[in-house]
């Protein structure tokens, strides 16, 4: 297992869209080891391969269940949301977009299917905390960042070092798969969501633009502290 460094906003990798896993070897293995260890360092909650230069279709997330008091660990190949309901508005960072957050349009609930690291068929329901974090890295895959849903640079902010906040949780619902229930741990596996962030409003207008997607973004290569990562 090895740290991999993270790619940030101005790598074009970060725009292209990821090709499928036809394979389950030894070598996805270490490159699923090997970002989870990555995710932890960065104090990330989420990853997708993309970040770490990898043009795989391949998320991991892991984050603290305040209803069990233990850790939900994710990991997906393949991922593919089938369903979303609801809509609300959700604070979120990138661990490739460090020292900034922004609010954008997630679904409350959403159903997602792919594969467990070992290949067997998951399907997960879920809302709260997950649902985020899903969107958040499965959007990675098909080069979308989350800076692509804000109507204008000006709505990025700047993180205040030191402050973390508590997500709300959610429920998750996996009976409609025969082997669920063990998925989900397995499943349960960025994101990249920044995993803390309380933030300042204030703006730099001195913030060099930079293109990102459809829209020009604000963006500076500061890193934050240590929380920069997803929803």
Known sequence: ?????????????????SVK???IDAELQRLIDDMIDTMRAAEGIGLAAPQVGVLLRLVVCEYADEDSDGVRQTVLINPEIT?????WMAEEGCLSIPGYVGTVPRA?????RGKNRFGKDVRIKTDGLLAHILQHEIDHLDGVLYIDYLASPDDLRKVEPGKRRRRRQGNEDDTDDPSSADDAQDASGDGDIASAEDTAAAR?????????????TALTGQPCCDICGHA
């Open 204 to 216: 730099d207008p001195e913030l060099p633009r930079i293109s990102g997607g459809s829209d020009e």
């Open 1 to 17: 297992m090895a740290l991999r460094p993270i790619i940030t906003y101005e790598n074009p990798r970060l725009r292209k869209k």
């Open 83 to 87: 369903e979303r309901q609801g809509e």
């Open 21 to 23: 896993i036809k394979r």
């Open 108 to 112: 409350e609930f959403v159903a997602v």
